[in-house]
């Protein structure tokens, strides 16, 4: 067995895609956890993205619903943010562990729902777990990472979640050989999630909240502590609270939709092949997955606001040409640099919200801007049912609801910029400037 702080050999990246400055045998072994219940959440989230067109006929779903059911998912943002913000008091790994399984049984449930009521709940429950699970990744990472390597993190996390949509993909090309179609995804899906709940056993807890446990007493009651914490953070950092949330909140509303959409509009308006959605995707999409741990290394030297604010454009620049509908032979392939902004802003301002706050409030914060971002993403999605009857077709409707973008990029720029510094150092700067 190796040693905490025996250098790590990360054999399982090419090694130009490897940490700047290495890791201790500790974080990788961390980092391969949290990554690996992230590449397989990603596989489950992504199903749904992948047989819209199937489930739409299975469970009777009329075309300008499909936004308001996604939408009515990403409530359980609500639920997940109580639980992740649980997170704080009990510590980061007996959380983890209860996520994880909670995710694998309602996925395996998933599978065998009969109508659009148990289906409608299954997701939404399996999506508690999951948006909790994903809140938490981040913190540890924040946690265990060196300061000169957190951007790494950060963007290869996020490639490790979208590359379980690559999986999911991959799965989805053979959709009409499965018996039982769409329903055989999420039982395939739930199979890792149980795997990687057992290897989860030896996951450590962040030493950083190992420190603050000590330090601290026990609070009363979960539900009082939460509570507690959030009126602490919101006294010690309004102005920093309020800024990262109005970011998060205008990208949400603006990329939910065209993120989420995606692989519908290809088949429904593209008229691609399930094999041909594949064929675009996967390649694609792991294009898009090696820029991004590579612009989670750029971020590093050169600033995660720089980087985000490029992915911004990047995202609604391309997001814009894939839903305009033009007539060009290639507008299906702007799907990938806007997939690849997205994932890069998704990744670093998850990233971002964890290591500008103290340890104490980190998790609360990350919960927050996990709620925010897919609150605003609901309400986005369930504005596209209206304004697809308005124009009626899904590309216009989107490319409208891509307008708040630029109210996040001018908060964006009213944060502190992590790169480089240790958590401490950010967290003792002053709130306001």
């Known amino acids: 067995m190796t040693i905490a702080g025996e250098p790590a050999q990360i054999r399982w990246l090419p090694p130009g895609l490897r940490p700047p400055g290495g890791m201790t045998s500790r974080q990788e072994l961390v980092f391969l956890l949290v990554g690996a219940a992230a590449l397989f959440g990603g596989y489950d989230t992504n199903v749904f993205s992948f047989t819209v067109p199937q489930i739409q006929v299975s469970l009777h779903i009329p075309e300008d ?3 308001l059911t996604v939408s009515i998912f990403r409530l359980a943002a609500i639920a997940a943010l109580l639980l992740a913000w649980t997170a704080d008091i009990v510590g980061r790994r007996r959380l983890l562990l209860f996520t994880i399984v909670g995710q694998a049984v309602a996925t395996l449930w998933t599978g065998f729902t009969q109508d659009y009521v148990q289906f409608v709940w299954a997701q939404t429950i399996t999506r508690v777990f999951g948006y909790a699970e994903e809140m938490l990744c981040y913190v540890v ?5 060196a300061a000169v390597a957190r951007g790494w993190a950060n963007g290869t996390l996020a490639a490790m979640y979208y590359a379980g949509g690559g999986v999911a993909a991959v799965v989805f090309a053979g959709i009409t050989y499965l018996p039982y179609g769409w329903r055989a995804m999420y039982v395939i899906g739930s199979i890792p999630l149980f795997l990687v709940a057992y290897l989860r056993r030896y996951l450590p ?7 603050r446990d000590k330090e601290v007493h026990r609070l009363r009651s979960r539900i009082a502590g939460a509570i507690d914490m959030l009126r602490k953070l919101l006294h010690e950092h309004p102005r920093r609270v309020a800024t990262i949330l109005i970011a998060i909140a205008a990208y949400g509303f603006a990329i939910w939709p065209a993120a ?4 519908k509009y290809l088949q429904d308006t593209l008229h691609f092949t399930p094999g041909q959605t594949t064929m675009l995707i996967l390649p694609g999409g792991l294009v898009a997955v090696a820029f991004n741990i590579l612009a989670g290394r750029l971020s590093d030297k050169i600033g995660r606001r720089a980087v985000i604010f490029a992915a911004l454009a990047i995202a ?3 997001f814009a040409a894939f839903y305009s509908g033009i007539a060009w032979k290639y507008v299906a392939y702007m799907w990938v640099p806007g997939f690849f902004g997205f994932l890069c802003a998704d990744s670093l301002f998850a990233g971002l919200s964890a290591e500008i706050f103290p340890t104490a409030y980190r998790a609360t914060v990350s919960g927050l801007r996990y709620l925010v971002s897919i609150l605003c993403g609901a309400a986005s999605l369930a504005l596209e049912g209206p304004l697809y009857d308005l124009f009626h077709a899904h590309g216009p409707a989107l490319i409208v609801l891509l307008a708040t973008m630029p109210i996040a990029m001018i908060a964006l720029l009213r944060l502190p910029e992590p790169a480089g510094r240790t958590l401490e150092e950010i967290a003792s700067q002053p709130d306001k400037r």
């Open 65 to 67: 619903k499909v936004g």
């Open 141 to 145: 990472v924040a946690e265990e990472i």
């Open 205 to 211: 807890e962040t030493q950083r909240f190992e420190v």
């Open 260 to 263: 989420v959409l995606g692989q």
């Open 316 to 318: 609604t620049a391309s």
